[in-house]
């Protein structure tokens, strides 16, 4: 997984994404290039950090952190690569980059119906905090990066 440090990165996250997107617990809009590129340009590069994983065959995925108020953590994996481990590894990697931010917890919402994902969030350690409109609130303790 690399972090996303130009435009053309992310506007390939935003197809992946727009693609992902009836997973979106907070807004599932299709995002077009244009809101993107805007959103890209205003964005505090501190605040957010957004991360694309890519197979041989290209990006397959992506994931966002977003440390406002504390970490949230979003990600999504294109279908035909669902089911096979790397919801796990991506949101294992995000975690990790938290943890090397000095952040000691991650927080993230998933849709209740959403049970493989729920599952994958719960044996990475994350623990339901709240559920409300079917949408769960899970939060994981961080263990110490590097440098803490």
């Given at each position: 997984?690399?972090?996303?440090?130009?435009?053309?990165?992310?506007?390939?996250?935003?197809?992946?994404?727009?693609?992902?997107?009836?997973?979106?617990?907070?807004?599932?809009?299709?995002?077009?290039?244009?809101?993107?590129?805007?959103?890209?340009?205003?964005?505090?590069?501190?605040?957010?950090?957004?991360?694309?994983?890519?197979?041989?065959?290209?990006?397959i995925g992506f994931g966002l952190l977003k440390t406002v108020d504390k970490v949230w953590l979003t990600g999504g994996l294109l279908p035909e690569h669902r089911g096979m481990g790397l919801g796990a590894e991506l949101f294992k990697t995000l975690c990790q980059e938290a943890?090397?931010?000095?952040?000691?917890?991650?927080?993230?919402?998933?849709?209740?119906?959403?049970?493989?994902?729920?599952?994958?969030?719960?044996?990475?350690?994350?623990?339901?905090?709240?559920?409300?409109?079917?949408?769960?609130?899970?939060?994981?303790?961080?263990?110490?990066?590097?440098?803490?």
């Amino acid at each position: 997984m690399e972090r996303v440090d130009s435009l053309e990165d992310a506007l390939t996250v935003v197809r992946v994404r727009n693609t992902c997107r009836q997973f979106m617990t907070r807004d599932q809009r299709e995002i077009s290039p244009q809101g993107q590129e805007e959103w890209w340009s205003s964005l505090d590069h501190g605040e957010y950090r957004l991360y694309l994983l890519n197979s041989s065959d290209g990006p397959i995925g992506f994931g966002l952190l977003k440390t406002v108020d504390k970490v949230w953590l979003t990600g999504g994996l294109l279908p035909e690569h669902r089911g096979m481990g790397l919801g796990a590894e991506l949101f294992k990697t995000l975690c990790q980059e938290a943890s090397e931010m000095s952040y000691h917890e991650a927080w993230l919402d998933v849709f209740a119906s959403n049970v493989p994902a729920v599952r994958t969030y719960e044996k990475l350690g994350f623990v339901r905090q709240s559920e409300e409109g079917g949408v769960i609130v899970m939060k994981k303790e961080l263990e110490k990066g590097i440098g803490q």
